[in-house]
């Protein structure tokens, strides 16, 4: 089976735009759907991004997913910073059995 | 309004049982892809469990042979039983719908905290 590598933190100031990688280490990024989810201190996991880069009624447009099979990796990019932005983002694809992997987290500091 | 409450969670000691619900509201269980996910103290989201419509199951490798996913139709409820109960088994467990395979997984319970210790 394959792993998704995620940093375990980035940091940005509000207002400014920041780019959250996942990468796959075997087999195609391009092969399964990428998910992304966003889940704030204390609460549930929420989906920011499903199929690679469609957003979910309700999520704001900051928000944009995409595919980039050069490094074999997806990315979920949030413009514009809000400190309620400020969260846990974990990415998910699907193994050969198509049953879930995820990404070992994100930890967005808006400061 | 489409919603999943999760139940059942609490202290158990080693080699126990614990049986989770998760009560649906606004969508039939039957009709969509169910999945439980969990989330051990300070640590990241793991896959646990899926039931497809059609009635398969599916299990990861770390809780084989001892979980059973499971739902009620006539109470449009999902459950996790959960044998063999190991310490690493602590977390909160999530439920979550799909409405395909690879669908969005929207929406997501709450979360139901089990903890496994003497």
């Known amino acids: 089976n394959f792993m998704l590598t995620q940093p375990h933190s980035v940091s940005e100031s509000p207002g400014k735009t920041v780019t959250i990688s996942c990468t796959r280490s075997?087999?195609?990024?391009?092969?399964?759907?990428v998910q992304w989810y966003q889940q704030r201190p204390g609460s549930a996991p929420t989906t920011v991004i499903y199929e690679d880069n469609q957003r979910p009624s309700g999520v704001p447009d900051r928000f944009s997913g995409s595919i980039d099979s050069s490094s074999n990796s997806a990315s979920l990019t949030i413009s514009g910073l809000k400190t309620e932005d400020e969260a846990d983002y974990y990415c998910?694809?699907?193994?050969?059995?198509?049953?879930?992997?995820f990404g070992g987290g994100t930890k967005l500091t808006v400061l | 309004e489409v919603q999943l409450v999760e139940s059942g969670g609490g202290l158990v000691q080693p080699g126990g049982s614990l049986r989770l619900s998760c009560a649906a509201s606004?969508?039939?269980?039957?009709?969509?892809?169910m999945s439980w996910v969990r989330q051990a103290p300070g640590k990241g989201l793991e896959w646990v469990s899926v039931i497809y419509s059609g009635g398969s199951t599916y299990y990861a490798d770390s809780v084989k042979g001892r979980f059973t996913i499971s739902r009620d139709n006539s109470k449009n409820t999902l459950y996790l039983q959960m044998n063999s109960l190991r310490a690493e088994d602590t977390a909160v467990y999530y439920c979550a719908r799909s409405r395909w395979i690879f669908g969005v997984a929207q929406p997501w319970g709450q979360g139901t905290l089990v903890t496994v210790s003497s």
């Open positions: 606004g969508f039939t269980v039957s009709s969509n892809y």
């Open positions: 075997s087999g195609s990024i391009a092969s399964n759907y």
């Open positions: 998910q694809s699907y193994d050969s059995s198509n049953h879930w992997v």
